[in-house]
């Protein structure tokens, strides 16, 4: 009831009000309504973002931090029949909303792809759909697949390289391989490759957007992929939820309390065997 007579009471003191005094009233409503818009959005943005998926040979973390109400941060999950589970991350250029409608585009994009593609030829059908609105932005992504028995394939997309962490505390493995980010080309100047890797169980993977790298201290120092590979190196061992946690407990240490200025998000995924 009071939203609905709340308009009419603002008419009201408007018309009584001074001239700079309207304006200054009308400006406070529409912010208010921006933001308001703003929430909406951020709700349904998160909504149409996945819970993890529940499968036996495998265990998944996910931490998602907007930067905004809205993030041009996306993820997605893609099964097929077979049990295989294909994994997208991506993040959309720039900030706010017209970010957070490219992510839309990439839910819409992924929902039409069949689920047994390989994940370069998905890519590369994705890129498509992007490149050929000309919005004049991309996105950077990486896409994965883990079948039961631990065959992996990757394919990147100006992403930063999925990692994997060894369960035998061997040297953790970064990929070398990366084409266009999605949406700039649609003739793929730079092929999609897709690499391959067999997991052992216990194995980890890290895929991650740049803010993790980027977030840096008021003197303007970043945390680096080094201090990245050093982190995930030094909590091998820990459950994927608690290597999450702490890789962004450090993160927040090392910024010394400045905040990140870019959406975040990491999907740490442990194989546990077939």
Same mark, same amino acid.
């Given at each position: 009831? *009071?939203? +609905?007579?709340?308009?009419d009471?603002? !008419?009201k003191?408007?018309?009584?009000a001074?001239? #700079?005094?309207?304006?200054e ?7 208010e309504?921006?933001?308001? /818009?703003? @929430?909406?959005?951020?709700?349904? @943005?998160?909504a149409?973002l996945p819970?993890?998926?529940d499968l036996?040979?495998l265990?998944?973390?996910i931490?998602?931090? %907007?930067?905004a109400?809205?993030?041009g941060d ?5 099964q097929?029949r077979e049990?295989?589970?294909?994994i997208?991350l991506?993040?959309? $250029?720039g ?5 957070a409608?490219?992510t839309m585009?990439? #839910?819409?994009?992924?929902?039409g792809?069949? +689920?047994?593609?390989? $994940?370069?030829e998905?890519?590369?059908i994705?890129?498509? =759909?992007?490149? &050929?609105r000309e $919005?004049?932005r991309s996105?950077?992504?990486?896409f ?5 028995d631990?065959h992996?394939?990757v394919v #990147?997309?100006?992403? %930063? &390289?999925?990692?994997v962490?060894?369960a035998d505390g ?5 990929f070398?391989k ?5 949406g700039?080309f649609?003739? /793929?100047p730079? %092929?999609y490759?897709? /690499? ?5 169980v216990g194995d980890?993977?890290?895929a991650?957007?740049d803010?993790?790298i980027e977030w840096?201290?008021?003197d303007r120092?970043?945390?680096?992929l080094? @201090?990245?590979l050093e ?5 091998? !061992? /820990? ?5 999450s946690a ?9 910024s010394?309390g400045?905040?990140c200025?870019d959406? =975040?998000t990491?999907?740490? *995924?442990?194989? !546990?065997?077939?």
């Amino acid at each position: 009831m *009071v939203n +609905r007579v709340l308009p009419d009471k603002i !008419t009201k003191v408007e018309e009584d009000a001074e001239p #700079h005094d309207r304006v200054e009233q009308a400006l406070i409503r529409r912010n208010e309504e921006m933001r308001q /818009e703003l @929430q909406m959005a951020a709700e349904f @943005q998160q909504a149409v973002l996945p819970d993890s998926v529940d499968l036996p040979y495998l265990n998944i973390a996910i931490i998602y931090r %907007p930067f905004a109400e809205v993030s041009g941060d996306v993820y997605d999950f893609l099964q097929n029949r077979e049990g295989e589970l294909a994994i997208f991350l991506g993040d959309a $250029t720039g900030h706010g909303i017209a970010a957070a409608l490219m992510t839309m585009m990439v #839910h819409i994009g992924l929902d039409g792809i069949r +689920r047994n593609l390989p $994940t370069d030829e998905s890519i590369r059908i994705l890129n498509k =759909l992007i490149a &050929s609105r000309e $919005t004049g932005r991309s996105v950077s992504a990486v896409f994965f697949r883990i079948r039961p028995d631990g065959h992996l394939s990757v394919v #990147h997309a100006g992403h %930063p &390289s999925l990692i994997v962490i060894p369960a035998d505390g061997s040297a953790l493995v970064q990929f070398a391989k990366g084409g266009c980010a999605l949406g700039v080309f649609e003739d /793929e100047p730079v %092929p999609y490759e897709e /690499e391959n890797y067999q997991l052992m169980v216990g194995d980890k993977l890290l895929a991650y957007t740049d803010a993790v790298i980027e977030w840096g201290t008021y003197d303007r120092e970043v945390f680096g992929l080094q @201090q990245l590979l050093e982190n995930l190196s030094r909590h091998r !061992t /820990e459950s994927v939820e608690k290597m999450s946690a702490m890789l962004l407990e450090e993160l927040e240490a090392f910024s010394g309390g400045r905040p990140c200025n870019d959406d =975040l998000t990491t999907l740490m *995924v442990e194989y !546990t065997g077939a």
